[in-house]
């Protein structure tokens, strides 16, 4: 492949570059030489990195590779894909931080369930491995065995939960097969609601899936009964679950961030509609997230308004910092018009190999960047890569994916709304899904991308995901080929305002206690409602919890919100104590209080003194009443006592 080094120079701006022909073979001394010097080393090669890796000794860091060949020099258009090359090595060159673990354990403790002599079968090459109980679901003639080596049960599970090495299982239909079974198996009188436990659950009973996505919960293994070499897959794959096994902890969870409920009233709910694995539960005010469920899709982190959930593989600041370093040493470089193509290594990286193998490769300007789930990509990433100066961005799909990608198709929404409304045309942001390497590269040379920015943003930040996501967008606003101060958004953007229906407002301020980021606030010396648009994540926590149903969410961005002042929604005059002049309430509805009470209720005749305890603040309305011997019953006939609780009770039982 043509290779520029002079254009590769700018992705490794404080390194030395050298080039070879066989560094895998007949140049491989020179590798080992390089790698014995202890010099951080990047080897623009994955196809040979276990040999590399080999050859490098007891040196297991520092070593890290960049594939060149097939993203770049391998195309049609190779002989122009230095910049690209140059720009993958930089993005290679950022240092990726560790990730954290959950360990599953399991003790090979496994149930076969399906629906004919194949789970039998299963059962017995699975014998000798595992601890093996099979059962059988509605059975019809099924022979016994000669000899009994593992259990075979009659069953049906009902509902199952949990995860590899703690799987739960509700049973009915419950039942042993009798010793005395001769030529079919005759069980004994079924029993519901067994509950069962295992480590691994082996599914060839052909019916529905016992969970969502069920291809990505770990230890559940389905085959097609139908399938002999499907079956035969997942028995091997069965045979190796004993021991304990690392996982990834795909998502880092702050619960004093999570905006999900407050008061037993739900607010944001945007993980729990998204999550294909349903790993994501209610749990009081917040959620919870099982480590050992998750599957790593990342749309909760993508969507999650607050920081609450963050991806881990890698953070978010990390992804853009590789982000940044692509798309400026892409242009450093001589590239132009770079579209950013986001991938996964499963799906996505083996079908640019075969395009580079047996097509006409990538073109040019399109830079993969690969990341451990597509759908881990939130709005900051794609704002912060048209400041940074891309001139498209595509994610990568599979023809039928694996689960919903609800959560990726409402952010490319949202970034579309924004990239349009700030001048950027064509079709900025878009999704490529299919399976066949020949359509990805004819859809990719027939973009049309839209001018680049002239100026590309430089900027470099860390922190959360929402630090981010304000950052990026305001840069994004600041290089904008038509820069506009106010967007309205798609409904379930995590940006926007309130509208307030200001006559229908009492000012009692419940939107202000459940209001988790202090976009809505109120002050103790007054009675107003202040709202600071830059801190609302759009949760609805104040839509749900507002007694008189006045606020709306308004999906939009204003991009002076970052630095408005907070804006007063509704500002009255305070009700003013009559015997100490302390604020304590709000005058309009103490008035109203007042007009309601006087002559229309038995404990304030028209025109009485009692009446002015209704415009007391508290400590003086008690000192009021002691004063003048205050007797709430005074007055009243005895033949018309005052209702109390218990009347009203005794009267509803008697109705109902």
């Not at 973009?447 to 995901?465: C, D």
Request: some cysteine.
């Amino acid at each position: 492949m043509h290779l520029d080094v002079a254009a590769v120079q700018h992705g490794c701006r404080n390194g030395e570059i050298e080039t070879f022909h066989q560094l895998c073979r007949a140049q491989l001394d020179r590798f080992c030489n390089a790698a014995k010097t202890g010099d951080a080393l990047l080897v623009g090669c994955t196809q040979e990195a276990p040999r590399f890796a080999e050859a490098a000794g007891e040196r297991s860091e520092g070593i890290d590779f960049v594939n060149l060949r097939e993203t770049g020099g391998w195309s049609v258009e190779g002989t122009r894909a230095g910049p690209k090359m140059a720009a993958l090595l930089a993005a290679a060159s950022e240092s990726m931080p560790r990730y954290p673990l959950v360990t599953l354990s399991s003790e090979g403790v496994a149930l076969v369930y399906g629906r004919d002599e194949a789970a039998i079968e299963a059962g017995q090459l699975l014998a000798d491995h595992l601890d093996i109980t099979v059962m059988i679901t509605r059975p019809a003639q099924i022979i016994p065995p000669t000899t009994t080596t593992f259990p075979i049960v009659k069953g049906t599970i009902r509902n199952a939960k949990g995860h590899f090495g703690a799987f739960e299982l509700a049973i009915d239909d419950y039942a042993m097969p009798r010793p005395s079974s001769r030529d079919a198996f005759v069980f004994d009188t079924p029993r519901n609601g067994l509950t069962s436990r295992c480590d691994i659950l082996l599914d060839l009973s052909g019916g529905v899936p016992l969970f969502p996505a069920h291809d990505l919960r770990d230890g559940y293994l389905r085959a097609d009964p139908s399938d002999p070499a499907a079956q035969l897959r997942a028995v091997l794959k069965a045979r190796d679950l004993v021991g304990s096994f690392d996982k990834a902890k795909y998502v880092n969870f702050t619960p004093t961030l999570c905006a999900h409920s407050r008061s037993k009233l739900t607010g944001c709910h945007r993980c729990l509609d998204l999550c294909p694995t349903g790993a994501i539960t209610p749990d009081g005010d917040h959620v919870k997230i099982s480590a050992e469920i998750c599957a790593g899709c990342g749309q909760c982190a993508a969507a999650c308004p607050t920081g609450a959930a963050s991806y881990a593989l890698p953070p978010a600041d990390v992804l853009l910092h590789r982000l940044r370093a692509m798309l400026l040493t892409y242009r450093e470089a001589g590239g132009a018009t770079p579209i950013i193509l986001f991938h996964d290594s499963e799906h996505g990286t083996p079908l640019i190999e075969a395009l580079a193998r047996h097509g006409d490769g990538l073109p040019a300007n399109v830079l993969p960047f690969a990341v451990n789930e597509v759908m881990q990509v939130g709005l900051e990433a794609i704002a912060a890569a048209f400041a940074y100066g891309t001139a498209g961005v595509r994610f990568l799909l599979r023809a039928k994916p694996r689960h919903d990608v609800t959560g990726l198709s409402q952010g490319v929404a949202t970034a579309d709304a924004i990239l349009s409304g700030l001048g950027f045309s064509g079709l900025p942001v878009a999704t490529i899904e299919t399976d066949d390497p020949d359509a990805l590269g004819q859809t990719l040379r027939a973009l049309e991308p839209s001018p680049a920015v002239q100026h590309p943003a430089t900027f470099k930040t860390v922190g959360k995901r929402p630090d981010l996501l304000r950052f990026a967008l305001g840069e994004l606003h600041r290089v904008a080929p038509q820069p506009v101060d106010v967007i309205a958004l798609p409904a379930g953007a995590p940006l926007g305002a309130i509208s307030l229906n200001v006559e229908g407002c009492t000012l009692c301020l419940s939107c202000v206690s459940a209001c988790p980021t202090g976009a809505l606030r109120d002050d103790p010396d007054r009675p107003v409602l202040k709202f600071i648009e830059d801190a609302c994540v759009q949760c609805g926590l104040c839509q749900s919890t507002c007694p008189e149903k006045v606020i709306t969410l308004k999906p939009q961005i204003d991009f002076r919100a970052v630095r408005a002042q907070a804006a007063i929604l509704k500002e009255e005059e305070p009700a003013l104590c009559i015997r100490c002049n302390k604020p304590f309430g709000i005058k309009s509805t103490i008035d109203k209080i007042a007009a309601k009470l006087e002559g229309r209720h038995w404990m304030y005749p028209e025109g009485d003194q009692r009446l002015d305890v209704v415009r007391m603040c508290a400590d003086c309305r008690v000192i009021a009443m002691s004063e003048e011997q205050f007797d709430p019953l005074a007055g009243v006939s005895e033949r018309a006592p005052p209702r109390t609780t218990d009347d009203y009770l005794r009267e509803r039982e008697r109705k109902g």
